[in-house]
């Protein structure tokens, strides 16, 4: 797996696309969280109607940076899988994969380097969000704690959901386009039946006393997007509280995001095995 690993990294260190999108994350998870620590100190704080109440929670301080980094720097994560379509489709585009597996690579192998790719882009990703949260944390001035440190676990699932999407509609399509196309079609997609589906979700509570959760945290993406909060405060404690939202069951989404990501797994790896090359 090194030497497999080594040709890929030959292969897109010095690919434009590669160095553009990592750069533009990179800088996107450090700037959107500075963006958010300046919108809270200059303007939410200094406009609080209730002195002490919203002004009080300070969201980079050790007992939440990594919650508020990880909430955050998740709506970059598109980021990261436009790359991975963008690897995988140049595969069979170029035709390299062919040429990988005259060259002695087993299917086998092939699927295994890619997914590779995945779970590395992941780990960077939630490496950086680590980090960034740290330097807000020292930056607020507060005592290091690892309070709340589940949300960087909980970051790195969300990262993994998203690039095992990336590679399943890169394998599943080929060509570059369409697989993007796709990948942000499905997306709105789904934002959309999860609005349907919540709404659905509050109408059966308060009609029916029938509280399954919210339906639309059960939907593939929306499983690992749902265990990402911001941190408490007065508006989303008022929300969790009104006696019309539904009850939000942790581990039922958890378990259906890690059932999402072996689909997606046995998905990806038949579509390479037993397709033609």
Same mark, same amino acid.
């Given at each position: $797996?090194?030497? /497999?690993?080594?040709?890929e990294?030959?292969k ?14 990179? /800088? ?11 919108f809270k +100190? ?6 609080? !109607?209730? !002195? #002490? /109440?919203?002004? =009080? ?9 990594w919650?508020? +980094?990880s909430?955050?720097?998740g709506? *970059?994560?598109?980021? !990261? ?7 995988i ?5 170029f ?8 060259d ?10 890619k ?8 780990l960077a990703?939630?490496? *950086? ?6 330097v807000?944390?020292f930056?607020s ?11 960087? #676990?909980?970051?790195? &699932?969300?990262?993994l959901?998203?690039? $095992? ?7 599943l399509?080929?060509k ?5 196309g ?15 589906l919540?709404g *659905? ?5 308060v ?11 059960? /939907? !593939? ?6 265990? *990402?909060?911001f941190p408490?405060?007065?508006v989303?404690? $008022?929300?969790k509280? =009104? ?12 378990? &259906?995001? $890690?059932?999402?990501l ?5 998905? =990806? ?9």
């Amino acid at each position: $797996m090194t030497e /497999l690993l080594r040709i890929e990294w030959l292969k897109i260190k010095n690919y434009s696309a590669f160095i553009v999108l990592s750069l533009f994350f990179a /800088l996107g998870v450090v700037g959107a969280n500075y963006a958010v620590y300046v919108f809270k +100190t200059n303007v939410i704080d200094k406009s609080d !109607p209730t !002195p #002490g /109440l919203i002004s =009080s929670i300070k969201f980079y301080d050790f007992a939440h940076t990594w919650q508020t +980094t990880s909430y955050v720097s998740g709506y *970059l994560l598109l980021l !990261p899988g436009l790359l991975l379509i963008l690897l995988i489709t140049n595969e069979f585009n170029f035709r390299t994969h062919r040429q990988n597996i005259l060259d002695g690579w087993s299917r086998n192998e092939f699927f295994n380097v890619k997914l590779a790719l995945v779970v590395i882009a992941a780990l960077a990703s939630t490496v *950086l969000v680590f980090l960034t949260g740290l330097v807000f944390g020292f930056a607020s001035g507060t005592s290091f704690s690892f309070e709340n440190i589940e949300a960087v #676990g909980y970051f790195f &699932l969300k990262a993994l959901t998203y690039n $095992m999407v990336a590679l399943l509609f890169g394998v599943l399509v080929r060509k570059t386009g369409f697989a993007i196309g796709l990948y942000f079609v499905y997306m709105f997609f789904e934002n959309f039946i999860s609005a349907l589906l919540e709404g *659905l979700s509050f109408y059966l509570k308060v009609q029916n006393g029938f509280d399954i959760g919210n339906m639309a945290d059960y /939907l !593939p993406m929306n499983a690992s997007d749902a265990l *990402l909060t911001f941190p408490k405060n007065v508006v989303t404690d $008022m929300a969790k509280n =009104s006696s019309v939202a539904p009850h939000t069951y942790t581990w039922v989404i958890f378990g &259906l995001a $890690m059932l999402y990501l072996a689909l997606f797994y046995v998905w =990806s790896r038949s579509r390479i095995i037993k397709t033609d090359l």
